[in-house]
């Protein structure tokens, strides 16, 4: 007999997975992955025995619970669920499915909601970090349908604004965590970065490509792809991540001048996959390393005067803006962002 789980199947950002309360889920770790495991079809590249939608962008999980922690609302533990691999990791965050979380905490009663707006503070356990969120709730519901457009996602829904403090070194320790802003890893330049997602940062001809391929062409260019995960092994070791061979960081980020009037424009492999977009403290992370002088982003990226920096990072299906606010050193002390979510099922999955 397979057990049924009360999960919520919710849309964040540009991304989907299952929404969870922390209690309905086995607390044995091995028997927790074994059931996300099957509950999301994998290992299998086409999911067809589970809810995954094939791509690790819909194979997610988040584990939600009311936080005991001062002025927290609640406790956000993101799990990614490989596709292909017996493999469910908790070595990343997630700033796109973080957008469903305040909408999921609300629904299950977690926490209260007012009329108007709900403002909810999120400990992310992954990196141990804050995020705040604003979500619209009249007459205290979580009201899903508005006028924000995020690119990426067909249509338009209600926005919901999330800012992050203090993410430098979520996930290495330190914001350049080799001590560098630039270092030679098979004979090419990179830039090692976390500020809330570990990223290597190359410059895109370096890798032999323009920046303007599309996500299809670069999956299929093998040599590339062998060539980046080589450089991504080797990085792993010198961000502090160790082996990384079944971790899903750091990710992967060719850079190129904008062609549209932003900042840069990426191409970013997750590590295996190339993103339709690009993931937002990956964002975060790109925009930090195009400020910093010696890095790989800097020349190409344009760049405007002033302490708080509104940056349009390109991507292969359009944009995404990231406020960056700089102290008088210029390091990043907050940066923000604007999602939306959209709750899709309710109900048990059976695993
Ligand atoms: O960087 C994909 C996504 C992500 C992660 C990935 C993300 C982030 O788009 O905060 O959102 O890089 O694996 O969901």
């Not at 406790?75 to 469903?100: P, R």
């Not at 960056?324 to 899709?344: D, F, G, H, V």
Request: hydrophobic share 40%.
């Amino acid at each position: 007999m397979y057990k049924p789980v009360r999960c919520m199947w919710m849309r964040g950002g540009t991304s989907k997975g299952a929404f969870f309360i922390a209690d309905d889920l086995p607390t044995d770790i091995i028997e927790r992955d074994k059931f996300l495991l099957k509950m999301m079809g994998s290992p299998d590249e086409r999911q067809i025995d589970g809810i995954g939608g094939a791509d690790p962008l819909t194979s997610k999980v988040a584990i939600i619970r009311k936080s005991t922690k001062k002025n927290v609302d609640v406790d956000y533990l993101f799990l990614q669920v490989f596709v292909d691999k017996a493999v469910v990791t908790d070595a990343q965050n997630c700033g796109n499915i973080l957008a469903g979380v305040a909408p999921f905490a609300i629904e299950r009663d977690l926490i209260s909601a007012n009329d108007g707006e709900t403002q909810v503070t999120i400990f992310m356990e992954n990196t141990q970090q804050l995020a705040t969120v604003k979500v619209a709730t009249p007459k205290g519901i979580v009201n899903y349908q508005g006028e924000a457009s995020i690119d990426g996602v067909p249509g338009t829904a209600s926005a919901i604004p999330i800012t992050f403090k203090d993410t430098m070194g979520s996930s290495c320790g330190a914001l350049l965590p080799t001590g560098n802003q630039k270092d030679m890893i098979d004979g090419v330049t990179v830039t090692c970065i976390d500020n809330g997602m570990p990223v290597v940062v190359i410059n895109a001809l370096d890798m032999g490509i323009s920046g303007n391929e599309s996500r299809e062409a670069l999956e299929q260019n093998e040599r590339l792809k062998k060539r980046l995960e080589s450089i991504r092994l080797q990085a792993g070791k010198m961000m502090n991540l160790g082996d990384v061979t079944h971790k899903s960081v750091p990710k992967m980020s060719m850079v190129s001048p904008a062609k549209h009037g932003g900042v840069i424009a990426t191409r970013t492999f997750i590590p295996k996959r190339c993103h339709t977009s690009i993931g937002v403290l990956g964002a975060v992370s790109v925009a930090t390393a195009c400020i910093l002088p010696q890095s790989t982003a800097f020349t190409i990226a344009n760049l405007a005067e002033g302490q708080s920096k509104t940056m349009s990072i390109e991507h292969p299906t359009g944009e995404m803006t990231v406020i960056l606010e700089l102290n008088s050193q210029n390091e990043p002390i907050n940066a923000a962002i604007l999602r939306t979510a959209r709750k899709l099922f309710d109900g048990y999955v059976f695993a």
